[in-house]
């Protein structure tokens, strides 16, 4: 390996000594230089998308992790620098999940105080008849329970929007859930979704609150050390449900492709882009989603009822079997360990 | 414990299990073939009618690598031809020239290529026609290297090359190139341009490659993770025109890597598969983005194993996004989407943090005046180095075109 110069100075700035060697580029660069580059990445990102107008409010979806915290973090330092002119209020959703969800939440909680903007917050139990994530595991176990947190928190967080008066909430999405993303699609062959996923602003018939990801382009790890440098104040806990295996394989893909080449997910991020489907306007526009409303919450839908009533329903049916098949079931000893260990009691060899 | 019989004949003892299902020899045979004579439907032995001029059978090229999957393909050819012949009364759909582009000045084998062609010439020449290109002649082709040189000559540095002859691909191209997988980019680009080179001295209209469905699917993602997703279409779909009219073909697309092995071995020809006596790294660092998609298909495919032909599925259902731009890659040769380097520039900001220095990004004008243009993959992978794709230098241009 060849040895350091001795003499050696920021890459960038030649001027102050090197603090840490830049995830993306590779480049030895000083602390300073990292704050500015990190910081006008997604300044350059948010103009060249034109995400904001002046005036314009703007809800950021902050769970108290590392993402959102810096989101927070930078979207205030580069609204005053930049004079964005936006106002914008920390949204946040209480999944119930104990020793999870509770902890970060009080997190976002000192974050309000620390960067003094607004804070709401929306919860499953209210939101969803009593149903929080730990009772839906305990309902349907720990198999697929992504896919009723993924449903429930997107109508969350745009009723939480709604309930504000805002139409645009910004998400903490680094560079590598998109290249992931786009790995995942392409492995799943997920057409519909390929083209389109690493668009920066989204809006779907299917939700009446644009989305968007200022830090699209900014490396995970870039993130961890922007936060651990500005002192940020974190959560850093993963989520006690454990993601599904095969998002696993393509999570520690990218992580060895980075080790081979540092560009690796801004690669993929940059293919992704260029790819657009074949049959534009074909089949798929006939199948044009009309937007309507849920039959029962009033929420937007192209069905008679929303994906979360259609989840709700689901659970609500398993818990009345349970129910009733408990009041049916034999008196307590013929049920559980008790019955096992006589039905075992019972049997010759 | 007895074998299990064949899932298709249920007579025979099976030999193999591919896709879980269990295969006797002729029928595992007759189930490859049949998946390269689909490929393949455009090449019967058609009968003009009496009225139409008489038509000549296609001449196609087929890229021989010396590996089991274009081995297999070559095999699967040869059987396809003997049939035809044997059916129609000697007439063919179709004429194979098989082409081997030699690495051996830049990779050491286990056996010598050219010999290996030479058994295979000997062997099948009455209906197959074999040649050797060497890699080098990359280098000593003015009209070859022109392809790569951009329009405007004049704002170049031309090349630092020596001789003509003493040109070696290795010290001229390679080894000035320190990254390891665009090392790899640009030997596989070269080889490209031979076989189309070659396509066209045979005058054939497509060329074959016996990539199998596992080659392609790590091709997408491994174009995919080198930033050169706008050439994923363009890459593996049949019948597009690479490069001079020349338009590829894909007939293993298919077969499984692990069947075209196992039918190789079957036909015996495993005696011609040369191998890199130099074995693929195993530390991660030193690997190459595609051995590290090699890895991952391996892995992945006990697990899942549709993964391989979903990937490629999806793969065919994209849009070549470049069919319509002008812009052609000074280094690579393919059609590339306008200003990389300026979405790069965008989000890479290499720009110190100065003391009251004007925080709006300033535009740089001079971007695009001198530099020739490359796409997003090529600008990754040279990194912004030093490094030039040898052009032809003036004084050769002017010797080769000035009357």
Known sequence: MPSAPLFSLCELCSARKPFLRRPKTGQKICQFCFFHVFETEIHNTIVAASLFYPGERVAIGASGGKDSTVLAHVMKTLNERYNYGVEFILLSVDEGIRGYRDDSLETVKRNKDQYSLPLEIVSYHDLYDGWSMDNIVAQIGKKNNCTYCGVFRRQALDRGAQKLGINHVLTGHNADDMAETVLMNILRGDTARLDRCTEIITQSAESPIKRSKPLKYAYEKEIVLYAHYKKLDYFSTECTYSPEAFRGTARALIKNLETVRTSAIIDIIHSGETFSLQRHGGRNHAKKLVAGACERCGYISSNKLCKACVLLDGLNAGKAAMQIKLEDSEPAESTGETFVRKQLESLSF | ?403
Request: a neutral charge.
């Open chain 2, 1 to 403: 414990m007895t074998a299990q019989l064949c899932k298709r004949c249920s007579a025979t003892e099976s030999v193999v299990v591919s896709r879980k299902e269990p295969f006797c020899r002729s029928c595992f045979e007759r189930y490859l073939r049949g998946k390269e004579r689909k490929q393949m439907t455009p090449y019967k032995v058609t009968y003009p009618s009496r009225t139409s001029p008489p038509t000549q059978p296609a001449r196609l090229l087929l890229a021989l690598s010396l590996g089991s999957s274009s081995l297999a393909l070559l095999e699967m050819l040869l059987e396809h031809l003997r049939d035809q012949m044997e059916t129609h009364r000697g007439a063919t759909g179709f004429t194979i020239v098989a082409v081997h582009v030699d690495c051996s000045p830049i990779l050491s084998y286990n056996r010598d290529p050219k010999a290996v062609i030479q058994e295979l010439q000997k062997e099948f020449s009455e209906l197959c026609t074999f040649e050797t290109v060497s890699i080098d002649e990359f280098l000593q082709d003015q009209e070859l290297l022109g392809t790569f040189t951009h329009l405007d000559l004049e704002t170049y540095s031309f090349s630092q090359c020596g001789e003509l002859a003493s040109r070696s691909v290795k010290s001229d191209i390679l080894d000035k190139i320190r990254d390891r997988t665009a090392k790899q980019d640009f030997l596989f680009s070269i080889i490209h341009n031979l076989l189309v080179r070659s396509a066209r001295s045979h005058n054939s209209s497509h060329i074959l490659f016996g990539d199998s469905m596992s080659r392609l699917a790590e091709r997408v993602l491994s174009l995919t993770s080198k930033g050169r997703g706008a050439a994923v279409s363009s890459s593996i779909a049949d019948n597009i025109i690479c490069k001079n009219g020349i338009a590829q073909l894909y007939p293993m697309r298919e077969i499984m890597r692990a069947e075209a092995e196992a039918y190789v071995a079957m036909q015996d020809f495993s005696q011609y598969v040369i191998t890199p006596t130099q074995r693929p790294p195993t530390i991660l660092r030193m690997m190459t983005i595609d051995d590290l998609l090699v890895n991952y298909f391996t892995d992945i495919e006990a697990g899942f194993p549709s993964i391989v032909s979903t990937v490629v599925r999806t793969a065919d259902k994209l849009k070549d996004t470049t069919a319509e731009s002008n812009s052609v890659c000074a280094l690579c040769g393919v059609k590339c989407l306008a200003e990389p380097e300026r979405w790069l520039k965008e989000i890479t900001v290499s720009k110190p943090a100065l003391e009251g220095e004007s925080l709006e990004p300033t535009e740089t004008s001079a971007q695009h005046s001198d530099k020739p243009i490359l796409c997003y993959g090529c600008l990754v992978a040279t990194n912004s180095s030093s490094f030039t794709w040898p052009r032809s230098s003036k004084d050769e241009i002017l010797r080769q075109y000035e009357l």
